[in-house]
């Protein structure tokens, strides 16, 4: 009997161990690559149409910073321009919209349980699709360029929440059913997408670029209207990591240890949904980020939501400014939408991941 | 009860042959009277018109004059229009526009989606096609017999070839002859003013199509070669075909002068975006208020209009030779 005892406190022990090992891990690893992504974002301010030495960006940066208000001496008002007013909020947003995506893909993930759910799943780029194209194809406007933006942000949050609709079943969301509606609404809105498309005549060009995704027009303006929601829906997502943990189990399971499971799926479907919406309406839908970043965190760090949630968003923002660097400097003084890039070059990296790792990924 | 089931399924099945026979020999009709039209009545005045070879290198042999010509694009039903064709083309696509006579003709469809039931409907004995038909859409015709030119010009010269070839297969011979002559002449007339400009005297043009992502024109599209014509500089120069060109390169190479095509549909968000872009401000088109807006229509085709296109430019470029 009391030999019982020893072994399970010191098993009790080695697992508090091992708990702190790991938390103490998840830490190193979020500030290793929130490091290793302002650096990156550092080295993306150098390169494009232009070349600007490392120096110069560095100086520009600095009397810029809040605090130091002195000038940078002599560096031309063409180059101040292209660094500030145009590849940095460019690389800003990409970051922005890459953590979104990337968390956006595990919480949905997580919250289906199933490896194929992307951010997209359930009608929010089929949403902002429609609703861009709306924008493309009416022949007024109002609002200028963030006509087109208002659009899809409403036509994506408007279908989830169709299909939000369809599927709750008394005061229950049955996650197969939730799947289930938001492929045949998604469907249903590609159609019409696809129709309109068609006939858009001239604007087919645009309606394309859209829906492959870009950064060419981004601006400080963009970025200061969706990083609040961005954060925001991050936060949110980020405070229920636990509970997403507990709810892989089951979510009868999960009900059974205190785990409020209607609420944590409503919150963090809203949540995901804003995201996404922020994330897509000024730059189009972006494949590949939202499925693939989860799924290469998961191989790294495991499938911890603690830290895939996290590692998801700086990874995400990571693989956007990489792609979208690429998507400027390799066709200069052209550029490839970013999506095609994301896909492209992230597709091969992915393979090889899980080559190297032979496991399970999910 | 199986019994009842099989029996309602073979009327059901017997009923679907029959309906199907019924109307897919209604469609042959008018494929048959076509041929009974086109065979057995050529234009007494010549035998054989001769054989051509179109703008993809296709050759096509005319065996008398065409008296119901189809075109399958707004740039060919213009030049049919500008050698006299009016009154001989039977059908049009619905971006047709110009001039106004060619709204009053049947629609065959968009310019990509072809209603190809309607033009054989149309019993046509000439369909002028563009590029983009010739996968799908010319095959399907030439396999009904119809003569099909695809006309797709890249250059002015090749715009004036092309109103001669038109006008040899339809015999406006003399029609596209004096045509040519008159808007060869307008186009010496524009060059012979800006051939001597000196290097600096001649302004950096930025022509733009779309705004998201920025598209522009290359060295080696027909626009790039009308803005040298008029007397300006490229600034999409080393750019080949239609290509993007990203924001801070546009302000890198800082343009004098930018001319934007406006939109379908009267919305001309490219060139509202482009006047109103903060960053472009400082690029010295946008001090000197040198932006300018063209038709579309005009730039976007290739007709003889392309002429009216190249004076409006010189104006733009140059508004002190005009």
Redesign the interface.
């Known amino acids: 009997m009391a030999i019982d005892h020893k072994i399970l406190a010191s098993r009790k022990s080695g697992e508090l161990a091992d708990y702190a090992r790991k938390s103490r891990i998840r830490l190193y690893s979020i500030c290793g690559m929130v490091i290793a992504g302002v650096f990156l974002a550092v080295l993306a301010l150098t390169v494009?149409?232009?070349r600007i030495p490392l120096g110069t960006v560095w100086s520009v940066l600095v009397a810029h910073l809040p605090f130091a208000g002195s000038a940078a001496g002599d560096v031309s008002?063409?180059t101040e321009?292209?660094l500030l007013?145009?590849?940095l909020p460019r690389i800003l947003m990409a970051g922005i919209v890459g953590a979104a995506l990337g968390v956006a893909g595990a919480t949905y993930q997580g919250l289906f349980r199933n490896p194929l759910a992307d951010p997209y799943l359930i009608g929010v780029a089929q949403g902002a699709a429609l609703g861009a194209v709306t924008g493309f194809?009416i022949?007024?406007?109002i609002l200028?360029?963030y006509f087109i933006p208002l659009f899809s942000f409403v036509g994506a949050v408007g279908a989830v929440a169709i299909v939000y609709l369809i599927a709750r079943v008394g005061k229950t969301l049955p996650m197969t059913t939730l799947i289930l509606a938001g492929v045949a609404v998604g469907s249903f809105l590609i159609s019409i997408t696809s129709y309109l498309t068609?006939?858009a005549?001239?604007?087919t060009?645009?309606i394309l670029?859209?829906m492959m995704g870009?950064f060419?027009?981004s601006?400080w303006d963009q970025l200061k209207m969706v990083t609040p929601y961005i954060l925001a829906g991050i936060g949110a997502i980020l405070l229920y990591a636990r509970p997403l943990n507990v709810m892989q189990l089951d979510e009868e399971q999960a009900q059974q240890l205190g785990i409020n499971v209607e609420q944590t799926k409503l919150v963090l479907l809203i949540a995901a949904t804003l995201i996404t919406a922020a994330a897509v309406c000024f730059v189009g839908t972006i494949g590949f980020v939202g499925i693939i970043v989860p799924h290469a965190v998961r191989l790294v760090w495991g499938p911890d939501h603690r830290s895939l949630l996290p590692l998801s968003a700086i990874s995400g923002a990571i693989l956007l400014i990489l792609a979208d660097t690429a998507s400027?400097t390799l066709?200069?003084?052209?550029?490839i939408?970013v999506g095609v890039i994301t896909a492209f070059l992230g597709a091969p990296f992915f393979l090889f991941l899980l080559r190297r790792r032979k496991r399970a990924v999910f | 009860m199986r019994l009842h089931k099989i029996w309602l399924f073979l009327v059901i099945t017997l009923i679907s042959i029959l309906v199907l026979t019924a109307c897919s020999s209604n469609t042959t009709k008018p494929a048959s009277s076509n041929q009974a039209v086109s065979s057995p009545s050529p234009t007494p005045t010549a035998s054989t018109v001769g054989t051509f070879t179109d703008d993809i290198g296709r050759t096509v042999e005319i065996k008398h004059y065409p008296q119901r010509i189809i075109s399958l694009a707004p740039s060919n039903t213009e030049i049919a229009f500008a050698l006299g064709l009016g009154d001989r083309i039977v059908g049009v696509t619905t971006y047709c526009n110009y001039p106004e006579e060619a709204k009053t003709r049947e629609k065959i469809g968009g310019y990509s989606d072809v209603d190809m039931e309607k033009i054989v409907a149309l019993q046509p004995d000439l369909v002028l096609a563009s590029d983009i038909h010739k996968k799908e859409v010319v095959p399907a015709l030439e396999k009904l017999g119809i003569p099909v030119l695809i006309i797709r010009p890249g250059s002015i010269e090749q715009i004036f070839k092309d109103l001669q070839t038109v006008g040899q297969v339809t015999g406006q011979t003399a029609q596209a002859t004096s045509l040519v002559t008159s808007l060869q002449k307008r186009v010496d007339a524009v060059t012979a003013k800006t051939a001597g400009l000196a290097a600096d005297r001649k302004p950096r043009v930025f022509y733009v199509t779309w705004h998201d992502p920025i598209y522009t024109a290359g060295g080696d599209t027909i626009i790039g070669d009308l803005i040298k014509r008029a007397g300006g500089v490229n600034l999409a120069d080393d750019l080949s075909g239609y290509a993007t060109m990203t924001l801070e390169t546009v302000i890198e190479r800082n343009p004098q002068v930018i001319i934007v095509m406006s939109s379908m549909g009267d919305q001309n968000t490219s060139f509202n975006y482009i006047k109103t872009e903060p960053r472009l401000q400082a690029t010295e088109a946008l001090k000197n208020d040198r932006v300018y807006i063209i038709d579309s229509d005009i730039f976007g085709r290739t007709t003889p209009r392309i002429v009216d296109g190249l004076e409006q430019l010189l104006g733009m470029v140059h508004p002190e030779l005009k």
């Open positions: 494009g149409s232009v008002a063409t321009m292209i007013g145009i590849r194809i022949p007024w406007t200028g360029i068609l006939i005549g001239d604007k060009h645009g670029t859209w870009r060419s027009l601006n400027r066709m200069a003084p052209g550029e939408p």
